[in-house]
């Protein structure tokens, strides 16, 4: 049911027929994100984005608003490290109108002057709510630190020096040089005849003039782990976020990876959970996580605790993962994992953005789509020992990178602790 075609300019459309539903979910992807950026423009990609939904030659702010609220449906954007997307939700009846207005905003944008500047505020602000939002300004603060002066470690958002310092002839030449078609690839999935889609992709995108595609080679970052902190003493918590190098997207031991991640951290029954909030009560919030990139990786656990327990958490943290590097899973850990994360992946392919967004990633990292029962097989294939064998290779010979927000002056970690 996934069926893929490429146009004469080079755009790239995948769609995936889901019969029984009556939603199609729409995506204009673009291959690049923050860690594209110029240290000097960092922000760029995240600001277009803003600016695309500011008005076209057609239509205004309101008019594009109004266009997808008089059919129902959703529309909205995101930017990330490494693509953008634009997309759509709509019944099966309105894909020509979402089509056609995705189109719009993505090759005629207005660049208003007046709605530049109005933006221009709205996004510092969104960089202001940063600072106080200590969850997200903890990973900010390890990630700049993690990979030091390197576009992976800058904000998506960027700074307010940044931003403030774009001016709109800058905005529109990275505009024009970015979204071309070799750099775009549309996705959809729902109810849609790939033949359909396709004809109508081809009127509203095939005239956009190719360009040359750029080469990824050389990306790869450098890592260190440092220990960094914010002070803020008007928080009650601590926010600490530990991390470690991690694989890459395409790495051949990710599905070990997700599970030792699950085992970890992942769930309400993991080891964090169960032993610093069930067991000792030293915080209400922890879980670890997973950011892959194409030539990268980062696993980090978040805890947010009292200043005075936090050199208890990172100790308990630090001690699971030597457990899982010196002993291993257990077998009813590795079960559970598994069955957690095929049931998580069956119910989130129920949904038709989640489809979409699946039809681009797969692309975007692998060039070719990889089937849900590939997946499926693949998670139900790790074993403990191999589930442990990826706890040796990350958990010896590193150290973990600390970031702490909060009332840090009274923050006590052992450095051994963070010596794997």
């Given at each position: 049911m996934i069926r893929k075609e490429r146009l004469a300019n080079g755009l790239t459309l995948l769609t995936e027929s889901m019969p029984h539903v009556r939603s199609v979910a729409i995506g204009v992807w673009l291959r690049r994100g923050s860690r594209d950026e110029p240290a000097r423009l960092n922000g760029i990609s995240h600001f277009i984005e803003h600016l695309l939904f500011k008005g076209t030659e057609t239509r205004s702010a309101k008019a594009i608003a109004l266009a997808m609220d008089s059919i129902g449906g959703q529309i909205d954007a995101f930017t990330s490290k490494e693509y953008t997307c634009f997309y759509a939700k709509v019944l099966d009846t309105h894909v020509t109108d979402a089509v056609e207005l995705l189109a719009d905003i993505v090759q005629r944008p207005a660049f208003d002057p007046t709605e530049l500047e109005r933006e221009r505020q709205v996004i510092l602000e969104e960089i202001r709510m940063v600072e106080d939002s200590p969850d997200e300004l903890v990973y900010d603060l390890l990630t700049d630190q993690f990979y030091p002066n390197q576009p992976l470690g800058?904000?998506?958002?960027?700074?307010?020096?940044?931003?403030?310092?774009?001016?709109?002839?800058?905005?529109?030449?990275?505009?024009?040089?970015?979204?071309?078609p070799g750099e775009i690839l549309i996705a959809a999935a729902g109810k849609l005849t790939h033949a359909r889609m396709a004809r109508l992709v081809r009127r509203t995108f095939g005239s956009l003039e190719p360009g040359p595609r750029r080469s990824a080679a050389g990306r790869a970052p450098r890592s260190r782990a440092v220990i960094v902190t914010r002070r803020k003493r008007e928080l009650e918590q601590l926010h600490l976020l530990l991390g470690l190098r991690a694989f890459p997207?395409?790495?051949?031991?990710?599905?070990?990876?997700?599970?030792?991640?699950?085992?970890?951290?992942?769930?309400?029954?993991?080891?964090?959970?169960?032993?610093?909030?069930?067991?000792?009560?030293?915080?209400?919030?922890?879980?670890?996580?997973?950011?892959?990139?194409?030539?990268?990786?980062?696993?980090?656990?978040?805890?947010?605790?009292?200043?005075?327990?936090?050199?208890?958490?990172?100790?308990?943290?630090?001690?699971?993962?030597?457990s899982l590097r010196d002993a291993g899973p257990r077998p009813e850990e590795v079960g559970m994992a598994k069955e957690h994360l095929k049931g998580s992946l069956m119910l989130?392919?129920?949904?038709?953005?989640?489809?979409?967004?699946?039809?681009?990633?797969q692309q975007i990292y692998f060039g070719r789509q990889t089937t849900c029962t590939e997946t499926l097989d693949r998670v139900s294939r790790v074993t403990a020992s191999q589930v442990q064998a990826v706890a040796r290779r990350l958990f010896r010979g590193q150290r973990i990178a600390l970031a702490a927000v909060g009332r840090v002056d009274r923050l006590r970690v052992d450095r051994a602790a963070l010596a794997l």
């Open positions: 800058r904000p998506i958002q960027g700074t307010a020096r940044t931003v403030g310092a774009m001016g709109r002839g800058q905005l529109r030449r990275y505009f024009r040089e970015a979204y071309r997207e395409g790495d051949p031991g990710r599905y070990a990876l997700y599970v030792l991640n699950t085992i970890l951290g992942g769930t309400m029954s993991s080891r964090l959970f169960q032993t610093i909030r069930e067991e000792r009560g030293l915080a209400y919030s922890v879980y670890s996580g997973l950011n892959t990139f194409l030539d990268a990786g980062l696993l980090t656990i978040y805890a947010a605790t009292s200043p005075g327990a936090a050199g208890d958490v990172v100790r308990l943290a630090a001690d699971e993962l030597r989130a392919l129920e949904s038709t953005s989640s489809r979409m967004s699946q039809l681009a990633r």
